[in-house]
Nanobody, 117 residues
């Protein structure tokens, strides 16, 4: 059974930083892998993705402020968030798959990030 366990969410003030972690179990390879977020009343959107080789892609809203990374040996991905803004407030989800099609089959339970001014 595949599980994605997220941690690291919390409440910070504008300009603060947080690092999210996602550790997978029961999956052979995290491919694809990424972070998504969902604000109240809005759809879930991609924040950042990373290939097995470490190539990252970011949403325009977080480019230059967030950094995604992974540790293949630990089946883990991370999201370092800096210069946080109120509009970054959302539930953040770790997503992953184990296929060559780019399909996200597995999701974490979500972790709340709240940025206050």
């Amino acid at each position: 059974q595949v599980q994605l366990a997220e941690s690291g969410g919390g409440s910070v003030q504008v300009g603060g930083s947080l690092t999210l972690s996602c550790v997978a179990s029961g999956v052979f390879r995290l491919n694809p892998a990424g972070w998504f977020r969902q604000a109240p009343g809005k759809q879930r959107n991609m924040v950042a993705t990373i290939t097995t080789g470490g190539v990252a892609e970011y949403a325009a809203a977080v480019e230059g402020r967030f950094t995604i990374s992974r540790d293949n040996a630990k089946d883990a991905i991370y999201l370092q968030m800096t210069d946080l803004k109120p509009e970054d407030t959302a539930v953040y989800f770790c997503g992953a798959g184990d296929n060559p099609d780019g399909r996200y089959d597995y999701w974490g339970q979500g972790t709340q990030v709240t940025v206050s001014s």
